[in-house]
């Protein structure tokens, strides 16, 4: 029961299907870019279904994930995208009702995407369908009281579609993680979810190649449970975030933040809140 | 009439973009200059290219989904290896104007 997984931790981590430095570049042939992107999520809010309970033993997690990223153009159909995490997860747990904090930090699972996209140019808009199956791979650790990942191949398909005008952006993204059977009997659940962004482009300069967006990003997502559970680990649940993101560039630079409330949760049974999401990002693309 | 002639001529020769040293090109889902990054890239390394002037030789107006290119004092432009920078960056280029002494834009043919 000790090497109970950690499900939320990595059944939430980047499920999004987003491309790394943004979703419409590089779209040149032989592109390609990198992002660094840090990500905070974790709460001491206790659930039971849709309602809070007390919290009389100070349980509590959160999750601190520094992605590094990484997209190839091979030309504009098709990409190759690496995300590697690198993962510092805390929790507060009271276990015979002694208070205990552990902590667990290294690399996470690796996550490999083929992003196969089908673009479509007209005058002043464009906008392109995406289909990207994706690999989740087991590197991150499966040991110990407090595991970063449950040792599972997982396989990510998801749909894309977006448009864009010179003031106006939309992307919406319909994604599924097929779990596969961890080390140690971990095993999580199956997710799926829907993630919407809808934006402007208020402000840009031809001379310096620089702007910024304004988006709002509403995404719904279901995940079952995993196979064990306790008050400190995930269980499946239904969640709707909402929120801001702000991006501005400037020449092949890029920076992008991004704010996400938690709407709605249902827990099933009991189990720890995932809280709010914050995430800051910089890429650059050449 | 020798005057009539010259300016036939010269005309002529702006018409085939001979004279400009400004394009501008039509390009279909310009719309975000971030992502057109790989055009100003494709199309500056072209050898007719101005780098001087421009970023590198190449201006994005994503209003207009307009791409207007710099190019060499006597230079012509190679509109097929020209489209092929664009294309390769991830657009659609429609068509190619020379932009004239007087800031005019004329039609120009391969």
Known sequence: ?286 | MKIKIFAAFILTLASNGVIADDYVVEVHGLVCSFCAQGVIKNVSKLPFIDQSRFTKGVKVEIEEQKVTISVKAGERPNIDDLFEAVRSGGYEPIEIWAVQSDGQLTKFER
């Open chain 1, 1 to 286: 029961m000790r090497r109970l997984l950690a499900a939320a931790l990595f059944l939430c981590t980047s499920s999004h299907a987003h491309q790394p430095v943004m979703d419409m570049a590089p779209r040149w042939s032989n592109g390609y870019g990198i992002q660094i992107r840090y990500e905070r999520y974790g709460s001491n809010d206790l659930k039971r279904g849709r309602e809070d309970i007390s919290n009389l033993q100070g349980l509590e997690r959160f999750v601190y994930t520094t992605w590094l990223e990484g997209v190839y153009t091979f030309d504009r159909s098709v990409r190759l995208t690496a995300k590697i995490p690198f993962v510092h997860q805390r929790r507060d747990v009271n276990p015979n009702g002694v208070p205990a904090s552990r902590s667990t930090n290294g690399l996470g699972d690796i996550i490999i995407g083929l992003p196969l996209k089908r673009y479509s140019n007209h005058k002043a808009m464009t906008q392109n369908w995406s289909f990207t199956p994706s690999l989740r791979m087991p590197t991150g650790t499966s040991s110990g009281d407090f595991p970063i990942s449950d040792g599972s191949w997982d396989l990510g398909l998801s749909l894309g579609f977006s448009r864009e005008t010179p003031t106006f952006y939309q992307l919406y993204d319909l994604y599924y993680w097929k779990e596969g059977a961890g080390r140690h009997g971990m095993q999580t659940g199956d997710s799926f979810g829907l993630d919407v962004n809808l934006g402007i482009h208020p402000w840009h300069s031809n001379e310096t190649n620089s702007g910024i967006f304004l988006m709002w990003d509403l995404s719904v997502s279901h995940s079952d449970a995993p196979n064990q559970q306790n008050l400190t680990t995930a269980a499946g649940a239904d969640r709707i975030y909402t929120g801001p993101i702000f991006v501005a560039y400037r020449q092949n630079l890029m920076f992008r933040a991004e704010f996400k409330y938690l709407a709605y949760e249902r827990v099933d049974n009991i189990g720890l809140s995932r809280g709010n999401q914050f995430s800051l990002s910089v890429g650059a693309t050449f």
